[in-house]
């Protein structure tokens, strides 16, 4: 079974950064893309960005966060991390990872783990 942990959610500052973590356990991470999704209140979850399996050379960001996200991987760690910079208080949301065999995708329906979510809260 696999399980995926977020962590690294919290209070910051519009312009501030935040860097967030997923780690999975249960199986080896390298097989498995990772997709970042979030969910602001009263809103739908929508796409972050993904990172493809292994070296994760494959990489897609929303226009929303482009330049000023990035998502990493680190298969010894089993842990896939996204830094998020100059945010703004838009970007306040609940953050969840998921993690997918299949295809890239920045449709939520097919990932097949998901996390718990870490909030995240930009203040003016």
């Known amino acids: 079974q696999v399980q995926l942990v977020e962590s690294g959610g919290g209070l910051v500052q519009a312009g501030g950064s935040l860097r967030l973590s997923c780690t999975v356990s249960g199986r080896s991470l390298n097989e498995y893309g990772v997709g970042w999704f979030r969910q602001a209140p009263g809103k739908e979850r929508e796409f972050v960005t993904f990172?493809?399996?292994?070296?994760?050379?494959?990489?897609n960001y929303a226009d929303s966060v482009k330049g000023r996200f990035t998502i990493s991987r680190d298969n010894v760690k089993n842990t896939v991390y996204l830094q998020m910079n100059s945010l703004k208080p838009e970007d306040t949301a609940v953050y969840y990872c998921?993690?997918?065999?299949?295809?890239?995708?920045?449709?939520?329906?097919?990932?097949?783990?998901w996390g718990q979510g870490t909030q995240v809260i930009v203040s003016l």
């Open positions: 990172i493809g399996s292994w070296g994760g050379f494959t990489k």
């Open positions: 998921a993690a997918n065999l299949g295809p890239l995708t920045t449709n939520a329906t097919e990932y097949e783990y």
